[in-house]
């Protein structure tokens, strides 16, 4: 099929808790691997006030995404040390370079949008999933 809409409530994969994606986020894999897309990435993520992200790196995407509502902080880190803070808010867009180890710290409930592109196979099997 050449056109998909997706329901963000009833389709998409969710992508498992664990030392990579800990508790108080959830992420819904809509657009990936999976579905058959290989130059783009969606995915539809929900952070619990509090939620600090595992530091992580897609060496060969730029990681975009757009704040629907919340705000937080998106963290830049070198050598497993955090060099830089850069604050966020609904209505802002996420843009991290390739090869940059980042994060994010959600200081309210967030909903953001976005994902590596193109896609980064390596990150999802680090979250433990196959296509």
């Known amino acids: 099929m050449a056109i998909n809409v997706y329901d963000t409530e009833r389709d998409g994969t969710p992508m498992p808790n664990g030392p990579a994606?800990?508790?108080g986020s959830r992420v819904k894999m809509m657009v990936w691997p999976g579905v058959g897309a290989t130059t783009g990435s969606l995915h539809f993520v929900k952070c619990d006030a509090g939620f600090e992200g595992?530091?992580?790196v897609h060496e060969?995407?730029?990681?975009i995404g757009y704040v629907i509502e919340g705000e937080g902080f998106m963290l830049e880190w070198r050598?497993?040390?955090e060099v830089a803070r850069y604050p966020f808010r609904a209505g802002d867009v996420l843009y991290v370079?390739?090869?940059t180890w980042h994060s994010h710290v959600a200081t309210t409930d967030?909903?953001?949008v976005g994902g590596p592109c193109p896609?980064?196979?390596e990150a999802y099997r680090s979250y433990g999933m196959t296509w």
């Open 60 to 63: 060969l995407a730029d990681d």
């Open 79 to 81: 050598d497993g040390v």
């Open 110 to 112: 967030c909903v953001i």
């Open 97 to 99: 370079e390739p090869g």
């Open 21 to 23: 994606l800990p508790a």
């Open 119 to 121: 896609p980064d196979p």
């Open 54 to 56: 595992a530091p992580h």
